[in-house]
């Protein structure tokens, strides 16, 4: 019998950080010199100028069409992985699911993202207690996620960290992938 692979959607598939600072780069440019590399989930390490609720406001009320649509880029590798990686997961008897912590407005735009760029899981869970999903593995990208999956998981999953510059902690305590198709190896050698 195969595995429950979750996958997470923000910083794993969709390059959101990075089309939130390009965003805020064209609606704001006062600020495009203002902004920081993202190192984190936290919004006011790397948008300085606003306040965490003036950032919200901006990210998930404002401009969450535009922020979260089809015109956020994915992330490469992932585009070019998703094939070979469904293709052994189908091969293996393993299942593919994503897990992802949507906020409510931001779901539908979250599907018609992924159909649009092929990600076609046939099970999805929108939660942010992705702790309580039924996966032997989550591959994520948020430290702060990923250390409750650890403790919590309903099933004693394996948490994954997806590299990105603001989890170099978590690279250090639990296995690290560069980009998807890493799984294949890491996990099943």
Not at 6 to 16: E, S
Not at 124 to 134: C, E, L, S
Request: proline share 3%; hydrophobic share 35%; charged share 30%.
């Amino acid at each position: 019998m195969g595995l429950r692979i979750g996958i997470d959607c923000d910083g794993v598939l969709r390059d959101l950080t990075g089309n939130i600072a390009n965003h805020i780069s064209e609606t704001h440019p006062e600020h495009k010199d203002k902004l920081l590399t993202p190192n984190s989930w936290n919004w006011s390490d790397w948008i300085p100028f606003w306040s965490e609720d003036e950032s919200e406001q901006y990210i998930f009320e404002d401009n969450y069409i535009d922020i979260f649509g089809i015109d956020c880029p994915p992330i490469k590798s992932s585009i070019e992985d998703w094939k070979k990686l469904k293709r052994w997961a189908e091969d293996e008897g393993h299942e593919l699911v994503l897990v992802s912590a949507q906020r409510e407005q931001t779901k539908e735009i979250t599907d018609e993202w992924l159909k649009y760029y092929g990600f076609d899981f046939k099970e999805k869970h929108y939660t942010h207690q992705k702790w309580a999903v039924d996966v032997d593995i989550l591959i994520d990208d948020s430290p702060k996620k990923l250390g409750i999956f650890k403790k919590k998981s309903v099933n004693n999953g394996t948490a994954i960290v997806f590299k990105q510059n603001w989890n170099t902690k978590s690279q250090k305590s639990k296995m690290t992938i560069d980009r998807l198709s890493d799984i294949i190896g890491r996990v099943f050698g």
